[in-house]
């Protein structure tokens, strides 16, 4: 009932920048929170950046002052800036959508993955 759809991956030297992209659509009342997780090979799937439905914003204390996470709720859209890359940043970057529908129920819903390299 509700799709992600990601996108601005790629690959980036050392000290370069990229946006990614999160487009929510479907039966969506009201979204509670939004947040980008990653996953590098081998290790767990870590909160990077969230924001709440009201504009709070919460950064993981490896990105802070690097990354900035911003919406434009019309597009029902979640952007993820990310400056001065290091190649520990490399992973599979993921949306995740927590909220309501409009019949009231909660869900939370994950997109499928963008790929992040930085690399020289």
């Known amino acids: 009932q509700v799709q992600l759809v990601e996108s601005g991956g790629g690959l980036v030297q050392p000290g370069g920048s990229l946006r990614l992209s999160c487009v929510a659509s479907g039966s969506i009342f009201s979204i509670y929170s939004v947040g980008w997780y990653r996953q590098a090979p081998g290790e767990q799937r870590d909160l990077v950046a969230s924001?709440?439905?009201?504009?709070?914003?919460h950064y993981a204390d490896s990105v802070k002052g690097r990354f900035t996470i911003s919406r434009d709720s019309a597009k029902n859209t979640v952007y993820l800036q990310m400056n001065s890359l290091k190649p520990e940043d490399t992973a599979v970057y993921y949306c995740?959508?927590?909220?309501?529908?409009?019949?009231?129920?909660?869900?939370?819903?994950w997109g499928q993955g963008t790929q992040v390299t930085v690399s020289s």
């Open positions: 924001i709440t439905g009201v504009g709070t914003t």
């Open positions: 995740n959508v927590r909220g309501n529908l409009v019949s009231r129920q909660d869900f939370t819903s």
